[in-house]
T-cell receptor, first 113, second 114 residues
Framework: GDSVTQMEGPVTLSEEAFLTINCTYTATGYPSLFWYVQYPGEGLQLLLK?????DKGSNKGFEATYRKETTSFHLEKGSVQVSDSAVYFCALSLDTGRRALTFGSGTRLQVQP | DGGITQSPKYLFRKEGQNVTLSCEQN?????MYWYRQDPGQGLRLIYYSQIVNDFQKGDIAEGYSVSREKKESFPLTVTSAQKNPTAFYLC?????????????FGSGTRLTVV
């Protein structure tokens, strides 16, 4: 079945450090890929998305590129802030079947001042 | 503003009780979904509905039930058959015609068995 694998956390960085959170996927078709962010006690917010190979999603300084050849969608940010501390989820969906999101297990990011 | 509203934010259930979690959206979205989140884990699909008066089981439907009588509403009932219901429950919706637009999530309901 379809699945998403993320690097385990927590990831602890100092402010202004470079961030990479790895995400790889397995899917039977051609999925859309997403990164969601969750702050404590809240729901999920869409951070960025990409719908086809080589697309780059970007938002708030975060970027991720849809790499079909490596089935990856790694999240990057050049300079993290304390306010970026949250849990980040990689997810995919297919435009056939149930069309629900399939999530990775999440990666907790802690940014220290 | 359009959005998706979950209520209540916190819910406490006694052993053997059924409880119902509310999910309402005013986005005119066709599809709605319920997920369960356990600490340190990703979200798992409980039930989904792609159209009014129709819904399907997800990956962990046992002990749960839903209805979809109106496009705007997709309530989830946690029955006494669900042996470990303590979790964070999230509802989301999407327009069936364009999934690339993403999914809109509610703020969640935290259910605790007391």
């Amino acid at each position: 079945g379809d699945s998403v694998t993320q690097m385990e956390g927590p990831v602890t960085l100092s402010e202004e450090a470079f961030l990479t959170i790895n995400c790889t996927y397995t899917a039977t078709g051609y999925p859309s890929l997403f990164w969601y962010v969750q702050y404590p006690g809240e729901g999920l917010q869409l951070l960025l998305k990409a719908t086809k190979a080589d697309d780059k999603g970007s938002n708030k300084g975060f970027e991720a590129t849809y790499r079909k050849e490596t089935t990856s969608f790694h999240l990057e940010k050049g300079s993290v802030q304390v306010s970026d501390s949250a849990v980040y989820f990689c997810a995919l969906s297919l435009d056939t079947g149930r069309r629900a999101l399939t999530f990775g297990s999440g990666t907790r990011l802690q940014v220290q001042p | 503003d359009g959005g998706i509203t979950q209520s209540p934010k916190y819910l406490f259930r006694k052993e053997g009780q059924n409880v119902t979690l509310s999910c309402e959206q005013n986005l005119n979205h066709d599809a709605m979904y319920w997920y369960r989140q356990d600490p340190g884990q990703g979200l798992r699909l409980i039930y989904y509905s792609q159209i009014v008066n129709d819904f399907q089981k997800g990956d962990i439907a046992e002990g749960y039930s839903v209805s979809r009588e109106k496009k705007e509403s997709f309530p989830l009932t946690v029955t006494s058959a669900q042996k470990n219901p303590t979790a964070f429950y999230l509802c989301d919706s999407s327009t069936d015609r364009d999934l690339s637009g993403g999914y809109t999530f509610g703020s969640g309901t935290r259910l605790t068995v007391v």
